[in-house]
């Protein structure tokens, strides 16, 4: 419910607000540390002296990776007061316990964090508690293949340069190749005992050639040739629309012809541009969503690029060569072209990969 009424309160404090009774009790991390400890008590009749001792240690490095992350998101250690969180909280130090790899405490830490920022979707929350259970079982090799899977069918980039766009990729895949990427296929039947994926044994993926310039259209699509007249009335279109030029590149892949900055049509809502305004008697640039107009205008550009089949296929034929030039681009390629079994990645193995390439790289977005 709504209220327009507001109090604030320090650290650890009590508000109480008159008529509706709105009780909200503050949770700092001192308290959420205390929390953390008495989950932590029920654990103890599990085990004997000796692995207590390695299990606590073990559970008190989960403790200070969790709770800076928490800390850092806003509302984030109120959680902590949600009796699911507490539970998800217990599986998780059991979890915690039982791995002696370092980077699991960081991936149990991330899976938390999802279940904080996914509140009360029951779907996602089934799939992150069954991952909490199998951190401590997936093997490095097969995390790793799962990651990159993941980021594969997942993370795109947002610019519409071609150059920018590949160098993106190959930042991020530098950043998930922290060791050599599993071969063969027990990797696979690995992460499909534990749920993680289901492998489909008839059809086979999409190579990198393929699936890419599926998902990249407007990198490979072959534009409007320059000084042709559809150049001249896309030009006049954009003027008219009150639209830059400059939206209007040389193709990287054929310097014959221009395109839109766009890496597709279904990126065009995502536009902005900047528009100069006086604040404090100084011009400062605004971002600012394209009109409907505006749209329609870049959607008809698009209309008059040319269809000649051959063309778009030697566009796609430059845009693999760009992408070999990278080096981890060349890797995955090779890697993924590599994988004889289709398959698809469950609710389990989605959230399971991206807390680990969040790990990785911490500018992710997070899972929808």
Request: some cysteine; glycine content about 6%; hydrophobic content about 40%.
């Amino acid at each position: 419910m709504i209220n327009s009424q507001s109090q604030k309160g320090g650290d650890s404090s009590t508000n109480l607000q008159a008529q509706q009774m709105v009780v909200h009790f503050g949770i700092d991390e001192k308290r959420a540390r205390e929390i953390y400890q008495e989950m932590n008590l029920q654990l103890r009749n599990d085990y004997s002296q000796e692995a207590l001792n390695i299990a606590n240690s073990r559970v008190i490095e989960f403790e200070n990776r969790l709770m800076p992350k928490m800390a850092q998101i806003e509302g984030a250690l109120e959680a902590f007061a949600d009796p699911s969180f507490q539970l998800l909280l217990v599986e998780a130090q059991k979890t915690a316990a039982s791995t002696e790899r370092p980077t699991d405490y960081d991936l149990l830490s991330e899976l938390l964090i999802h279940r904080f920022q996914k509140g009360e979707n029951r779907i996602a929350l089934a799939g992150i508690s069954l991952a909490v259970e199998i951190v401590d079982k997936v093997s490095d090799e097969a995390l790793l293949g799962l990651t990159v899977s993941h980021a594969v069918s997942s993370f795109i980039p947002l610019s519409g340069d071609i150059n920018q766009g590949l160098d993106v990729l190959n930042d991020l895949f530098g950043k998930l190749f922290y060791k050599e990427l599993p071969g063969g296929h027990d990797w696979l039947d690995h992460l499909d005992i534990l749920d993680a994926v289901r492998l489909t044994p008839f059809g086979s993926l999409k190579k990198v050639g393929q699936y890419y310039p599926e998902v990249l259209p407007g990198y490979v699509d072959v534009g409007i040739a320059k000084k042709s007249e559809n150049h001249d009335r896309a030009i006049e279109m954009l003027k008219n629309s009150n639209l830059p030029a400059s939206m209007l590149v040389e193709h990287a892949l054929n310097n014959e012809f221009c395109r839109l900055s766009v890496r597709s049509m279904n990126s065009i809502d995502e536009i902005s541009l900047a528009h100069p305004i006086i604040h404090e008697g100084k011009f400062i640039a605004v971002q600012q969503k394209l009109s409907e107009e505006q749209k329609q205008a870049i959607r008809s550009i698009y209309e008059l690029y040319s269809k000649d089949g051959n063309m778009r296929s030697n566009n796609v034929n430059t845009f693999m060569s760009e992408w070999d030039k990278r080096s981890n681009l060349k890797t995955l390629r090779k890697w993924w072209d590599n994988i004889s079994t289709s398959f698809t990645i469950t609710s389990v193995g989605k959230v399971l990969a991206h807390s680990n390439a969040q790990r990785c790289d911490k500018n992710l977005p997070p899972l929808d």
